[in-house]
């Protein structure tokens, strides 16, 4: 079929933009992280008044010296960089990937009828909404009085960003409710950036040009966004890649699976800041370390108990109509479902020994987290999952 021809291509091209804006944007952020941190002061016989610091460098060949002021410079330069392209450009490849993907998709991708009565049109109202509400209540946080006390209003959005997590996998795919959680923090990261950094850095010139003093209350806003866009970097960056890990999503605990990892996360990103400061921080990598095996271990699948099996051994013949009816519309080297051009991820179930070759990967997607069969569009029913998942760990043997 040719749109979704077409279809492949467009999502090729928005994906492999939203990575290369994405790069852009968190390499420029992780880099002026890192220049602030190594600014030393100038050495006396050289003090220039109104500045904070410089810093030395070598790359690509070429040396660079990089001098930050306390303020402001006296004058403004003619060509003065700004750094908002990288965010905003992410974004928008970002949201026209949920839109082909998510919201025009939605029967397949966004909403799971066997975990929720919820029509495709409301789970794109819902998707929408949460990207919207995010910002605004996030937002109106930070201007309460919570605003002023930082760690009383992160461990505020913490609980409310699980929230969310827990409500849009009520009533969501998996895998969608954990990629709209992190378009949420996403939103609220490009957000802030439209929203309040840049316009706190145009009132700063404003100001410098006509000769007053610029609203250091602008500024201490923006530099709170700015710190909340720090730490969001790596659990965002997790959730966008989330797709790939059956054994997260696809968990019966996944919105606590995916607060711990953010948790994680978040502690990752404080040593790098920590390191920065120059304070010594020896425990944080060990703790996450342990964290991360604790979460793999606490959340690896229970061998159930051994089922009343009712008709005995299963064998591969049990096995076989069920891959045929229930996957081979679309994992086939000639799909016949509208809309797929070619086995998705190039997993074919045509034959015995493709079906064995990927006896793994069918159990963790259509017997542990059942994901598959995509939005179950063939009604893949529960005693066929049991089926399937006991030949699996009885070994897949084709006789
Ligand atoms: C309506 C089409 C459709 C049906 C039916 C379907 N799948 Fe899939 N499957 C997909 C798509 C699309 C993907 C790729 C998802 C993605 O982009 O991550 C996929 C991915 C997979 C993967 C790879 C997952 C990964 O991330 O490694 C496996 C394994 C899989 N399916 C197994 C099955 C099994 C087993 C069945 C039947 C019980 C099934 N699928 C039914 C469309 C389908």
């Known amino acids: 079929m040719v749109s979704a021809h077409l279809e492949q291509w467009l999502n090729l091209v928005l994906r492999w933009a939203h990575v290369i804006t994405g790069i852009a944007w968190i390499g420029t952020s992780f880099y002026f992280n890192w220049l602030n941190s190594r600014l030393v002061p100038l050495p006396p016989e050289r003090r220039e008044p109104g500045v904070a610091g410089e810093l030395w460098s070598v790359h690509g060949g070429g040396f660079y010296r990089v001098v930050k002021y306390t303020v402001a410079p006296a004058e403004l330069p003619r060509t003065l960089h700004w750094f908002k392209w990288e965010a905003y450009a992410t974004w928008l490849t970002g949201f026209a990937l949920l839109v082909l993907v998510y919201y025009i998709g939605a029967a397949s991708f966004l909403v799971d009828p066997q975990r929720a009565r919820v029509s495709a049109v409301a789970g794109v109202a819902v998707a929408v909404a949460t990207l919207i509400v995010s910002w605004l209540g996030y937002d109106a946080l930070c201007r309460s009085a919570l605003g002023a006390r930082p760690l009383a209003l992160a461990a505020t959005l913490f609980v409310l960003a699980t929230a969310l997590a827990w409500g849009l996998t009520e009533l969501l795919s998996p895998r969608a409710a954990y990629l709209h959680?992190?378009?949420?923090?996403?939103?609220?990261?490009?957000?802030?950036?439209?929203?309040?950094?840049?316009?706190?850095?145009?009132?700063?010139?404003?100001?410098?040009?006509?000769?007053?003093?610029?609203?250091?209350?602008?500024?201490?806003?923006a530099a709170l966004r700015s710190l909340h866009n720090n730490y969001l970097t790596l659990p965002v960056l997790f959730i966008m890649v989330s797709s790939h890990y059956p054994a997260t999503y696809g968990h019966r605990l996944n919105w606590a699976i995916l607060a711990g990892l953010a948790v994680i996360g978040v502690a990752t990103r404080h040593w790098f800041n920590l390191r920065n400061e120059g304070r010594k921080n020896a425990w944080i990598l060990p703790a996450v370390a342990v964290a991360l095996v604790a979460l793999a271990l606490v959340t690896a699948p229970r061998s159930g108990p051994a089922l009343p099996s009712v008709s005995g051994q299963v064998s591969f013949a049990d096995v076989r109509p069920i891959v045929a009816r229930r996957c081979a519309g679309c994992h086939s080297s000639a799909p016949t479902t509208p809309g797929i051009p070619a086995a998705p991820l190039g997993v074919r179930l045509d034959t015995p020994d493709e079906i064995r070759a990927n006896a793994p990967r069918i159990l963790a997607v259509a017997v542990d987290a059942q994901t598959m069969p995509l939005g179950n569009v063939t009604g893949m029913t529960a005693e066929e999952r049991d089926v399937v998942g006991r030949w699996i760990r009885a070994g897949a043997p084709l006789r």
Do not use: C, E, H, Y
Not at 203 to 216: F, I, N, Q, S, Y
């Open 181 to 221: 959680v992190g378009a949420a923090i996403g939103t609220i990261m490009a957000a802030n950036v439209l929203m309040v950094i840049i316009p706190a850095q145009r009132d700063m010139v404003a100001a410098l040009t006509a000769g007053r003093t610029p609203d250091a209350g602008r500024g201490k806003q």
